[in-house]
């Protein structure tokens, strides 16, 4: 009788490939038949008969062998199918930035004299920085009713009219990127979708406003890849120094940037495709 089922169990360690099958004397024949001894003499790699279709065989029949065979197989790339987001996105750079002044007003923010402190394991010493951070914004979108704005929650504008950019400076460039030069232009980029602009407290009297500012950003690494990250920055705004220059001071940022690695998705690759020809051959005689 043949069977024609196909099945995926949600369960990795009970995936069932089950194809269309005939019975084991419509392929083999019956044991002592000319066809069962000619079956058995094609099989001059493999013992039994039963582990693999002689020629003639249709192809895509699986006796019970074979399909304990395709179970592993699946388990394996449904296991390295769930590494591959892993292995996209495996390493991740973290970036610090201090000191600096924000100008911000409605049409939005621009930043001046922010600081590179660490960029991964390298950290700059006292009293010296690793380059430069720089960023803008779009236009301000108040988050509700809001007196003086933007002394109150809501968004900046990201996309096209945003820039988040980071430069690097000194002799652990060089040994960095491989270039000859001391000044290299880490990343450049811009915010993806609206930044939020989060007010965390008032001071005493009303006189400061401590605000969060988050968003994602994605651009251009050094060296070409593609990169995408967040990054955090802590602003406080003096209402007397804002309602003149609109200015406020930076005190900490926080910048997390997810670098691709294709090597390892091509490697991951084609460890499938080679364990899909393996099995093909062993299994098929192709």
């Given at each position: 009788?043949?069977?024609?089922?196909?099945?995926?169990?949600?369960?990795?360690?009970?995936?069932?490939?089950?194809?269309?099958?005939?019975?084991?004397?419509?392929?083999?024949?019956?044991?002592?038949?000319?066809?069962?001894?000619?079956?058995?003499r094609q099989q001059s790699s493999l013992r039994d008969v039963a582990t693999r279709p002689p020629k003639g065989c249709p192809r895509?029949?699986?006796?019970?062998?074979?399909?304990?065979?395709?179970?592993?197989?699946?388990?394996?790339?449904?296991?390295?199918?769930?590494?591959?987001?892993?292995?996209?996105?495996?390493?991740?750079?973290?970036?610090?930035?201090?000191?600096?002044?924000?100008?911000?007003?409605?049409?939005?923010?621009?930043?001046?004299?922010?600081?590179?402190?660490?960029?991964?394991?390298?950290?700059?010493?006292?009293?010296?920085?690793?380059?430069?951070?720089?960023?803008?914004?779009?236009?301000?979108?108040?988050?509700?009713?809001?007196?003086?704005?933007?002394?109150?929650?809501?968004?900046?504008?990201?996309?096209?009219?945003?820039?988040?950019?980071?430069?690097?400076?000194?002799?652990?460039?060089?040994?960095?990127?491989?270039?000859?030069?001391?000044?290299?232009?880490?990343?450049?980029?811009?915010?993806?979708?609206?930044?939020?602009?989060?007010?965390?407290?008032?001071?005493?009297?009303?006189?400061?406003?401590?605000?969060?500012?988050?968003?994602?950003?994605?651009?251009?690494?050094?060296?070409?890849?593609?990169?995408?990250?967040?990054t955090t920055q802590f602003i406080t705004l003096y209402k007397n120094q804002w309602s003149v220059d609109h200015k406020g001071n930076?005190?900490?940022?926080?910048?997390?940037?997810?670098?691709?690695?294709?090597?390892?998705?091509?490697?991951?690759?084609?460890?499938?495709?080679?364990?899909?020809?393996?099995?093909?051959?062993?299994?098929?005689?192709?």
């Amino acid at each position: 009788m043949v069977t024609k089922v196909t099945s995926f169990s949600r369960d990795y360690g009970n995936i069932l490939l089950l194809l269309p099958r005939p019975s084991p004397t419509a392929c083999y024949g019956s044991p002592g038949t000319l066809q069962y001894r000619s079956a058995r003499r094609q099989q001059s790699s493999l013992r039994d008969v039963a582990t693999r279709p002689p020629k003639g065989c249709p192809r895509g029949y699986l006796n019970s062998v074979e399909e304990t065979t395709m179970k592993r197989v699946a388990v394996i790339v449904g296991l390295c199918a769930l590494l591959l987001s892993a292995a996209a996105w495996a390493d991740e750079i973290k970036l610090t930035n201090n000191f600096g002044t924000v100008s911000v007003t409605n049409a939005g923010i621009v930043s001046q004299g922010m600081e590179l402190k660490s960029y991964g394991l390298v950290t700059a010493g006292k009293g010296q920085s690793l380059g430069t951070v720089s960023f803008s914004t779009g236009a301000f979108t108040a988050a509700g009713a809001c007196t003086v704005s933007p002394l109150c929650s809501g968004t900046f504008a990201g996309g096209a009219a945003s820039s988040f950019i980071v430069n690097g400076k000194g002799a652990w460039i060089k040994t960095l990127t491989g270039t000859t030069s001391n000044h290299v232009t880490l990343f450049s980029g811009s915010f993806v979708g609206p930044v939020t602009w989060q007010l965390l407290s008032i001071g005493p009297h009303g006189y400061t406003y401590n605000f969060e500012l988050s968003g994602t950003i994605r651009g251009q690494f050094w060296d070409g890849r593609t990169v995408s990250g967040t990054t955090t920055q802590f602003i406080t705004l003096y209402k007397n120094q804002w309602s003149v220059d609109h200015k406020g001071n930076i005190g900490l940022g926080r910048t997390n940037l997810l670098v691709p690695e294709p090597g390892t998705l091509g490697l991951l690759g084609t460890g499938l495709i080679g364990i899909a020809g393996t099995m093909r051959r062993k299994m098929f005689g192709v």
